[in-house]
């Protein structure tokens, strides 16, 4: 299984960008789904997380600015960004947990996409 992100870029403050991220390979299904982040000199932290139900949430600092979703049908996830600060840039990444063939059953694995550089400076 791979997760390919993409959508990252400069953008100046007060912009938008909408981040993508499509899992391919020997999926059954794909659980939750979520983005995380990662500034120079800081620990990797949750943004934002989406079940495959559609119910998600979000890191208190991005409410009302960042929405998560997905299109289960295409295994990807999206996280659009509005109202970008300097305090947003980073790296991001997807990740999922994704239930995958094993032989005569099924198991879980957690997988990480590559990262995607978003950078908000004027």
């Known amino acids: 299984v791979q997760l390919q992100a993409s959508g990252g870029g400069l953008v100046q403050p007060g912009g938008s960008l909408r981040l993508s991220c499509a899992a391919s390979?020997?999926?059954?299904?794909?659980?939750?789904m979520g983005w995380y982040r990662q500034a120079p000199g800081k620990q990797r932290e949750l943004v934002a997380g989406?079940?495959?139900?559609?119910?998600?949430n979000y890191e208190d600092s991005v409410k009302g600015r960042f929405t998560i979703s997905r299109d289960n049908a295409k295994n990807t996830v999206y996280l659009q960004m509005s109202g970008l600060t300097p305090e947003d840039t980073a790296v991001y990444y997807c990740?999922?947990?994704?239930?995958?063939?094993?032989?005569?059953?099924?198991?879980?694995?957690?997988?990480w996409g590559q990262g995607t550089q978003v950078t908000v400076s004027s």
């Open positions: 989406i079940t495959s139900g559609g119910s998600t």
């Open positions: 990740n999922a947990d994704v239930t995958t063939p094993w032989g005569s059953i099924f198991r879980v694995s957690n997988y």
């Open positions: 390979g020997s999926i059954f299904s794909i659980n939750v």
